[in-house]
């Protein structure tokens, strides 16, 4: 174990340092406190990173540099790389990037900014918090991914998907944001599983020549459903839409109402949130949107039970 702390009780009060002295295997241990410090992982394999805590660390970056932590840079790479525990909060537009790495895990952190990744593989972001961007909460680019029961929150997009990556989405929340909760294009992958996207300008956007399953998601309280091009190669399946304007758009200038992309085990109607104005977004017991297909309940977060449930 070799710790950082600020006030001299650790190995290293620089988290660089410390990381650059680390080993296979090896755990960087982060003490609590708020570090204006920038970190570049880079040449390490199977390494972790360890905060103290999201609301005990906090990294800053520093002023001269865009971005606060980078994991993998050309030409050398990052394997095996484990992050957790920590806040990251946006330098010059950009909080954190992932470039020509493989197998990077970033688990129960928040980002406060964009988290850009290029040419990785094996990207896996859980049970974390990432929001507050001017531009995308996530951008991806030719790289695999896996989000899994993550938060995205306040944003111009929630999630954009480029190149020829492949991703998938499951049981995220996402929300607030201007623009779609999510976009894939150019040639790009996705499966989105188990989703809510709600109180967005737009649902999903499946753009390009992109290939889509998207079943089991909650689209609700956004201007659009789904927003889905002809060159697109999109199947849906069990998904709750239940928006302010249209559900199903045909991309093209402009876009047109598209009813007849409907899938017949679609379901229309009020998904019967807890609380969707504090950010609630599980099913009230009465919900319809319960057993449907394989899913014992659509969206991202299990519902309520009857005090009956509950005994």
Not at 127 to 153: R, Y
């Amino acid at each position: 174990m070799i710790t950082v702390a600020l006030d001299g009780s650790g190995d290293f009060y620089s988290i660089q340092e410390a990381v650059d002295s680390a080993g296979k295997g090896d755990t960087v241990l982060i003490k609590a406190g708020t570090y204006a410090q920038d970190l570049t992982v880079h040449s390490k394999e199977k390494i972790k990173i360890v905060g103290a805590g999201v609301e005990k660390v906090v990294l800053l970056g520093r002023d001269e540099l865009v971005g606060v932590l980078h994991v993998g840079k050309w030409p050398y790479g990052a394997t095996d790389i484990e992050i957790s525990g920590l806040t990251i909060k946006e330098h010059g537009g950009h909080a954190l990037g992932i470039f020509n790495g493989n197998r990077i895990t970033l688990r129960q952190i928040h980002v406060k900014g964009m988290v850009f990744g290029q040419q990785v593989e094996d990207v896996r972001i859980e049970d974390s918090v990432i929001g507050e961007s001017e531009t995308t909460g996530l951008h991806f680019s030719d790289s695999q991914v896996l989000l899994i029961g993550n938060f995205i929150h306040d944003n111009d997009h929630g999630v954009n998907v480029t190149g020829k990556s492949s991703v998938r989405l499951d049981r995220n929340i996402i929300t607030r944001n201007l623009f779609e909760a999510v976009v894939i294009d150019d040639q790009a992958k996705a499966v989105l599983v188990s989703n809510t996207l709600v109180k967005n300008g737009g649902g999903g956007a499946f753009l390009g020549l992109s290939t889509i399953e998207a079943s089991g998601n909650i689209l609700s309280l956004n201007k659009v459903g789904f927003l889905i091009a002809a060159s697109s190669q999109t199947k849906t399946s069990y998904n709750a839409l239940f928006n302010n304007e249209v559900n199903y758009m045909r991309a093209g200038s402009p876009n047109m109402h598209a009813p007849e992309l409907q899938a017949e085990s679609d379901m229309m109607a009020d998904p019967r949130f807890v609380d969707a104005e504090h950010d609630d977004f599980r099913l009230k017991p009465d919900t319809t949107l319960l057993n449907r297909g394989e899913f014992r309940y659509l969206g991202a977060l299990p519902p309520l039970l009857t005090p009956a449930h509950n005994r």
